[in-house]
């Protein structure tokens, strides 16, 4: 049975950081790649960054660059986002995502809050 739990979240000040986690587990973890999503009160789900099996990494949004960094620790069965000068916009619920044999896969999510 494939699980993603998500982990980390919490409320912070703009300018902090946080890592978020996502324990996998149910598939063979190393082989496939790994997203993170977030999704804001009242907006859409959005695609903030994909790491691959081979360890290429994609950010795709600009505004995260410099900011957040997806890493995996294949040993642990995990995939931790790392994010930094966290400011008001980034509060969100995030996601971890994975494509397992054509299914799709999400985590329940963990809430990100940055507020002073």
């Known amino acids: 049975q494939v699980q993603l739990v998500e982990s980390g979240g919490g409320l912070v000040q703009p300018g902090g950081s946080l890592r978020l986690s996502c324990a996998a587990s149910?598939?063979?973890?190393?082989?496939?790649?790994i997203s993170w999503y977030r999704q804001a009160p009242g907006k859409e789900r959005e695609l903030v960054t994909t790491?691959?099996?081979?360890?290429?990494?994609?950010m795709y949004k600009d505004d995260m660059k410099g900011r957040f960094t997806i890493s995996r620790d294949n040993a642990k069965n995990t995939v931790y986002l790392h994010m930094s000068s966290l400011k008001p916009e980034d509060t969100a619920a995030y996601f971890c995502?994975?494509?397992?044999?054509?299914?799709?896969?999400w985590g329940q999510g963990t809430q990100v809050t940055v507020s002073s």
């Open positions: 995502y994975a494509r397992i044999r054509r299914r799709d896969y």
């Open positions: 790491l691959t099996s081979d360890g290429t990494s994609t």
């Open positions: 149910g598939f063979a973890f190393s082989n496939y790649a």
